[in-house]
């Protein structure tokens, strides 16, 4: 059985009874997440933009969009809600190869809509484009300059909506086959607003592909020879452990990364380093001389000492170091042109240098994280950490999901509107009719 008849007939044969129940939890948790994310992400400009964009259309009115209060074509719904989730800088990713949830949860939604699907469709359906996903995406090529996470995420978004579209295992094959000729994205727009749209292009694209093999528009079902020649370019690598115990052994969706900062996922071990630091030792910013990180020549991206932009800054080591030493915490207000701009913020960051090692993996996540605070009186304190807290080394329980899903929705919603929709997520599986979540969800009250 070729690759791609192998991956169909999983995506076709596993319905919800068939997931394991540690995994449906995770799958919950991570769904608050990214509606989190995209309630926020629907306040930044990135969101208001794209949300214009599709305005402008007029399309039809099949689908609201999350956070928006406006209805549109499902495809548009689905590319404003993949903007909105990665604006909000809150996307979970298996590491190395950077593949995220924000290519699953933005897609499901609108077809919560459209195709009336129940709580436990929702959840197969995110499941089984997520792990199909992340199995392809299990070696990175982000050395090349490609940004894993839309490249990949594309063939889950493509796997996510076949799912819920019920389609064939010939069918599930030719959108993956479609999927692909749409794979795409470069770390050199990281700090943009094009590393967002190029992840949303990917969910929506993804959806094309499922709706165009729906009507039985055919693709490539030969995924070896694309991954072994075009995108690996390694005639010989083993392909088996992408099917290896698929759907028997653990599921790989466990192996995604959670975020807790709104911010690259690259600067989180450091912040949690630092965050350590202050926290053990009182530290304030006048007691701090200098800050030295270690990281890899992909992580290095963030080395942006004077960032242009609150996008850019984001993606600042010095900058959001320069926060954590003021503030003791680094959340979505610390990336404004204000904060930017603001002088105390730019001393800070004049503390922190970076250091990539260039021997380490070319990899997202790569070596070991190192930081070490100087202080005033010359004593240095060091840290290292080769994983972020939220890795599959130290998960997160439900009561952090929790608390991070009410820290991001607490601009959006009020507290008695956020319980809801917490609950309703919570016990998804047990909700029948969703049209209620998707009202509260699409007019955010």
């Not at 795409?184 to 093999?213: K, P, Q, W």
């Not at 653990?250 to 630091?277: A, G, N, Q, S």
Request: net charge negative.
């Amino acid at each position: 059985m070729s690759l791609s008849d192998e991956l169909a007939s999983f995506v076709v044969k596993t319905n919800f009874e068939d997931i394991p129940g540690e995994t449906v939890d995770f799958i919950k948790h991570l769904a608050s997440k990214i509606v989190a994310a995209m309630l926020y992400g629907a306040t930044t400009r990135a969101g208001r933009g794209s949300a214009e964009y599709v305005r402008a259309k007029n399309g039809p009115l099949e689908a609201g969009i999350i956070g928006a209060g406006m209805r549109c074509l499902a495809e548009d719904a689905v590319f404003v809600n993949g903007v909105t989730a990665h604006a909000a800088e809150l996307e979970d990713d298996q590491m190395p190869c950077a593949t995220s949830d924000i290519n699953i949860f933005p897609v499901i939604f609108p077809l919560i809509q459209t195709r009336g699907l129940t709580g436990k469709q929702v959840i197969a359906a995110s499941a089984v484009g997520l792990e199909v996903m992340n199995r392809i995406g299990l070696r990175s090529i982000s050395s090349q300059g490609i940004t894993d996470l839309p490249f990949f995420g594309v063939i889950g978004s493509a796997v996510t909506a076949a799912k819920a579209l019920q389609l064939t295992e010939a069918q599930v094959s030719w959108a993956m086959g479609l999927a692909l000729g749409r794979a795409g994205g470069y770390i050199v727009n990281f700090g943009t607003d094009a590393h967002f749209v190029e992840s949303a292009a990917a969910c929506r694209d993804g959806l094309m592909a499922a709706e165009l093999a729906r009507r039985d528009l055919t693709g490539t079902r030969n995924l070896e020879k694309w991954l072994r020649e075009d995108v690996w370019r390694d005639p010989g690598i083993d392909l088996g452990p992408i099917t290896a115990g698929l759907g028997r052994t653990r599921w790989r969706v466990h192996e995604t990364w959670v975020k807790k900062y709104p911010c690259c996922f690259l600067t989180h071990r450091h912040i949690d380093l630092m965050l350590e630091i202050l926290k053990e030792k009182g530290l304030t910013p006048e007691r701090i001389a200098k800050i030295e990180i270690d990281c890899g020549p992909v992580d290095s991206t963030c080395d942006r000492p004077s960032p242009l932009d609150p996008e850019d800054a984001r993606f600042s080591f010095q900058h959001i170091m320069a926060c954590l030493m003021l503030y003791g915490e680094i959340d979505s207000h610390h990336f404004t042109w204000d904060m930017v701009k603001n002088p105390e913020i730019a001393k800070e960051r004049g503390k922190v240098t970076v250091y990539e090692q260039g021997d380490w993996p070319k990899e997202f996540m790569s070596g070991t994280a190192r930081i070490a605070v100087t202080l005033a009186d010359g004593k240095v304190i060091e840290q290292t950490r080769p994983k972020a807290l939220g890795s599959p080394d130290e998960p997160l329980t439900e009561d952090r999901f929790r608390e991070l899903f009410f820290k991001y929705t607490r601009p959006v919603l009020s507290e008695k509107n956020a319980e809801w929709v917490w609950r309703a997520l919570i016990r998804l599986e047990e909700l029948d009719r969703l049209d209620e979540l998707a009202r509260r969800l699409i007019y955010p009250e």
